[in-house]
């Protein structure tokens, strides 16, 4: 497998949901010994989330990371990322974001948008159960709705990469959801895998997934390895929300 192993694509910062500064983070990377870092704080939306950034913070983290970049320039490359939360609903609004013109911008689906609210789908378990709950239980109904979603944001060709594509896992260990093998949940992954592919985005191995109680990274292995397959290019990511987290697990790919 080529993959880079001194970058870490994907961490969040106190503009979004994390605990420290782009300067804390940066530094905590070159500590780590890491090359290249995507700081990809959550984008804002119309409807504020607990996690996404205040829209007007946008041209103060930008004007922020270009100062980073170049106090760092010798020591640590530092792309200027964004984190979109694609929502099928507010589409114009994501690309009025994405219009500003990004070095890595990550296409995620963390909430599905049903009844003017906004559902976790990688939020606490309660949080996903009232999630199926919307969808009557019917869990198949659900990994479908969350599968073309991603679909969706990867076939605009507005992103960079592929953001942890079954996130929708994160409560599903010992498969008491649903199980990866089912025909399907494996036609939904195949098809998502060959947008990507035909788009020429890269996927993430979003590692935080190994400290979640699933305990594996985001995409499961034989994902990653079907995206080998296709020559889907893969970066490793922590998707750290705070200086601790940078870099973490990456060893795993040394």
């Known amino acids: 497998m080529n993959i880079d ?11 979004s949901d994390g605990s420290a500064t782009i300067d804390e983070m940066a530094a905590a990377a070159i500590e780590k010994g ?33 100062e980073a970049r170049s106090t760092y320039r010798d020591r640590l490359k530092i792309n200027m990322g964004i984190e ?26 963390h909430s599905l948008y049903k009844n003017n609210t906004f559902y976790l789908v990688n939020g606490t378990r309660q949080e996903f159960e009232e999630l199926l709950e919307v969808y009557h239980d019917d869990i198949e109904a659900l990994v479908n709705v969350y599968y073309k979603t991603v679909q969706d944001a990867c076939d605009t060709g507005w992103f960079d990469v592929a953001g942890h594509i079954d996130v929708i896992k994160k409560h599903n260990s010992g498969a008491n959801y649903f199980s990866e093998s089912e025909p399907f949940y494996r036609r939904l992954v195949f098809e998502t895998l060959d947008i990507i592919r035909h788009k020429g985005m890269k996927m993430e191995i979003n590692l935080s997934g190994l400290d979640h109680s699933i305990k594996e990274p985001y995409p499961s292995q034989w994902i990653i390895d079907e995206a080998v397959q296709r020559k889907i290019p893969l970066v490793l990511s922590s998707d750290a929300h705070g200086t601790d987290g940078v870099g973490r697990h990456i060893d795993l790919f040394k």
């Open 5 to 15: 192993t001194d970058s870490d694509f994907h961490m969040h910062t106190r503009f």
């Open 34 to 66: 890491l090359s290249q870092i995507s700081i990809s704080d959550h984008m804002p939306l119309p409807k504020r989330q607990r996690y996404t950034m205040d829209k007007q913070l946008v041209d103060a983290y930008r004007l922020a990371l270009r």
């Open 84 to 109: 979109c939360e694609f929502i099928p609903e507010f589409r114009f609004w994501v690309r009025s974001i994405l219009q500003m013109g990004w070095d890595c911008a990550i296409a995620s689906v």
